[in-house]
């Protein structure tokens, strides 16, 4: 159980195009999703934190008009990145949390961005 | 902001050696978690700590949760290949929903 998937897994496009990822947890109803961007060989920086049926909240430096975060149902968050630029090549990657008693945060596999 | 002191950095060791890993913070945490990054992929859960002292085991890992909650520490036995990753601790402060990532831990294990 608590499987996260991510689509799609790796995405090119032009400069000045917007891309969407989405981020589905797969058999749990997750009402807080995280996401993430990770740079080569580097930890995973948090973004946002995306609550079902509220606005996401973004973390200091994170343009939010750049990386609209929508969370639409308790199984589904999206990340578009509007008016993408070479710069936010990026290894993209989000969470979904468990809660509960023992909570928990499950990953996706993880989207590659790669902005021509 | 909050940082997690995750040591060593890398590791280099031989197939069936054992090797040990740890994370230190001045906060007290409320859960530590151990994930393993593989290229390209997402992290993948390992093992989950919610009470100081707890020992917690997966197959050849164990994980324990440091009695001031300030630490944690993730042991791999007898390593095979496949242990080949990067190992990240993670945090959660009481009254967050937010993780606090280490830096990771890059395990290579020469067959």
């Known amino acids: 159980g608590a499987v996260v998937s991510q689509h799609p897994s790796r995405v090119i496009c032009k400069s000045g195009t917007s891309v969407k990822i989405e981020c589905r947890s797969l058999?749990?109803?997750?009402?807080?999703m995280f996401w993430y961007r990770q740079f080569p060989k580097k930890s995973l920086m948090l973004m946002a934190t995306s609550n079902e049926g509220s606005k996401a909240t973004y973390e200091q430096g994170v343009e939010k008009d750049k990386f609209l975060i929508n969370h639409a149902s308790l199984t589904l968050s999206t990340l578009t990145v509007t008016s993408a630029h070479p710069e936010d090549s990026s290894f993209y990657i989000c969470s979904a949390r468990l809660g509960g008693a023992r909570e928990t945060q499950y990953f996706g596999p993880g989207t590659r961005l790669l902005v021509l | 902001g909050q940082q997690l002191n995750q040591s060593p950095q890398s590791m280099f060791i031989q197939e069936g050696e054992d090797v040990s890993m740890n994370c230190t913070s001045s906060?007290?945490?409320?859960?530590w978690l151990w994930y393993k990054q593989e290229p390209g992929e997402g992290p993948v859960l390992l093992i989950a700590l919610y009470k100081a002292g707890e020992l917690t085991s997966n197959g050849r890992l164990t994980a324990q949760f440091g009695i001031t909650r300030k630490d944690s520490f993730l042991n791999i036995s007898a390593s095979i290949p496949s242990d080949v990753g990067i190992y990240f601790c993670a945090g959660q402060l009481g009254g967050s929903e937010k993780l606090v990532f280490g830096k990771g831990m890059k395990l290579t294990v020469n067959p």
């Open positions: 906060s007290i945490f409320n859960t």
């Open positions: 058999d749990f109803q997750a009402t807080t």
